[in-house]
């Protein structure tokens, strides 16, 4: 069993940062065989995916709408989501969630086994 939480959103101008965190407990003995990503929900839209690692090696896989302004990264226990450049658009809120891995990154929401409960984001012109 995974548990995760999110920590770090919150209101931020356009053009500015923030640094979103996913802390896991629950499986430190096997974090090496999970993949985490980032999905966002924006007000009154679907949830998307964000961008997600694979903790055994680091591979990345991101949507292209946040290619090259966001960064996903793994600290011990905890997987970043550095923003960056934020854009209006980027309001939502962002939720991590794990897999177990394969060595494959997925978008496909039904790939994740464990959720955390969401940070809002929230970003203005």
């Known amino acids: 069993q995974v548990t995760l939480a999110e920590s770090g959103g919150g209101s931020v101008q356009a053009g500015g940062s923030l640094r979103l965190s996913c802390a896991a407990s629950?499986?430190?003995?096997?974090?090496?065989?999970?993949?985490v990503a980032w999905f966002r929900q924006p007000p009154v839209a679907v949830r998307e995916f964000v961008a997600a690692?694979?903790?055994?090696?680091?591979k990345t896989l991101y949507n292209d709408s946040v290619q090259g302004r966001f960064a996903i990264t793994r600290d011990n226990s905890k997987t970043i989501l550095q923003l960056n450049s934020l854009k209006p658009e980027d309001t939502a809120v962002y939720f991590c969630a794990a897999a177990h891995y394969d060595g494959a990154l997925w978008e496909e929401e039904r790939r994740y086994n464990y959720w955390g409960h969401g940070t809002r984001v929230i970003v203005s012109s």
């Open positions: 690692i694979g903790w055994m090696d680091g």
């Open positions: 629950g499986h430190t003995s096997t974090s090496n065989r999970y993949a």
